[in-house]
């Protein structure tokens, strides 16, 4: 018997040992979905997994040494992928359109990209613009290619297929009506709810937890070489890439997100209008960055007032000065919505970021302040 063999931490075997047993008995289903948060690990168990699938060892699998395994971590394999692009990346010529000589990107030049740096750390968390989406031309594209994949295994990973706008989420649904022999879907999202009812019931789920944070920080010295900050490991809620984003990013808007909460507490809307400018945010990412933060801050105080230890230790002090715990947890539950809320218009473009976070901190705790 082939002996089927996925590694990762602990905390995550039980969701591996699913997929192992379904391998092992030739029962494994055509389309998975592996759900968590942003940098949990799932492009990490979907290559794994892709390798498994196309590895042809005899007796263990992966091997990572065989044909199959090589091309399932080959940059150049875009194929085998479907990634969000942003508008002007999809509207690129493809390498067989592209006149000879030109030195304008293709559209596999920019997947090729992104599957590298997904290669390079599976962890990752911001190796995408957050107004990236998959296409119906990208779902149409990938059928094109079954017809050329023979009779070996053919896998597709579709990374943030949240992202799947309405066109190519349907035309998707109508593509894993008829899989293809020797065909699987691998699909990765942070939000299983995002996507259509009828194609989650077309496949497996899978839901990776959260790791302990001996096990983030195992894998952030593993994949950077250098230890996150007790903050970056807090704030990360036991996901290696966002543990390793916020070491990465520490000086980008790390005091800004505390000042934005305290001015808005207090009502000092033209002093913080004014320090917005300073720090530079008409850039959606950076807006959503932001965001990210506040609603970290916010939950902390939460967790305090649960009695939970917070999870960012160095600015509790300051936290609790700003008085916000005394509203109680519907304020606070109300102002996470309105947080989520804001960063659902700057990713969906209904309002510049400026405007957005200007109209969220006069908003934010309405009628407690």
């Not at 952030?220 to 290696?240: F, H, K, Q, R, Y």
Request: with cysteine; aromatic share 6%; proline share 5%.
């Amino acid at each position: 018997m082939i002996e089927f063999d996925l590694k990762g931490p602990h905390s995550q075997a039980p969701a591996r040992d699913r997929l192992v047993s379904a391998l092992k008995e030739n029962r494994f289903p055509q389309a998975v979905i592996i759900e968590g948060t942003k940098g949990i690990g799932k492009k990490k168990l979907a290559l794994q997994l892709a390798q498994a699938l196309c590895c042809t060892d005899p007796l263990k699998r992966p091997c990572g040494h065989c044909f199959g395994c090589k091309m399932a971590v080959d940059p150049g394999n875009v194929d085998c992928w479907v990634i969000p692009l942003e508008t002007k990346e999809a509207n690129a010529k493809s390498a067989t359109e592209a006149s000879l000589g030109s030195t304008s990107k293709t559209v596999e030049d920019y997947l090729k990209g992104y599957v590298s740096q997904i290669i390079e750390n599976p962890y990752t968390v911001d190796y995408l613009s957050s107004i990236a989406q998959i296409s119906v031309e990208q779902i149409r594209h990938m059928t094109s290619k079954f017809a050329m994949t023979g009779d070996r295994v053919h896998f597709v990973i579709v990374a943030e297929a949240e992202r799947m706008n309405e066109s190519a989420a349907n035309a998707f649904l109508k593509t894993l009506e008829e899989v293809p022999p020797n065909t699987y879907f691998i699909l990765t999202t942070a939000s299983r709810e995002r996507l259509l009812q009828t194609i989650r019931s077309r496949c497996l789920s899978l839901r990776l937890p959260s790791l302990l944070d001996s096990e983030v920080q195992e894998i952030v010295v593993n994949t950077t070489g250098e230890s996150a900050s007790p903050d970056a490991l807090g704030m990360a809620m036991g996901a290696p890439g966002k543990a390793m984003f916020y070491a990465l990013h520490e000086s980008e808007h790390g005091s800004f997100a505390l000042d934005f909460l305290k001015y808005s507490v207090q009502g000092n809307y033209s002093d913080l209008f004014f320090a917005m400018e300073g720090e530079n945010l008409k850039d959606p990412d950076d807006a959503c960055l932001l965001l990210n933060r506040v609603s970290f801050l916010i939950s902390d105080v939460v967790r305090m007032m649960a009695g939970t230890p917070p999870r960012a230790p160095q600015v509790a002090s300051a936290l609790k000065e700003l008085g916000i715990a005394n509203w109680g947890a519907t304020a606070l539950q109300n102002a996470l919505l309105e947080v989520d809320a804001t960063t659902e218009k700057v990713v969906g473009r209904k309002n510049t970021p400026t405007v957005a976070l200007q109209t969220l901190a006069i908003q934010l705790f309405e009628g407690y302040k």
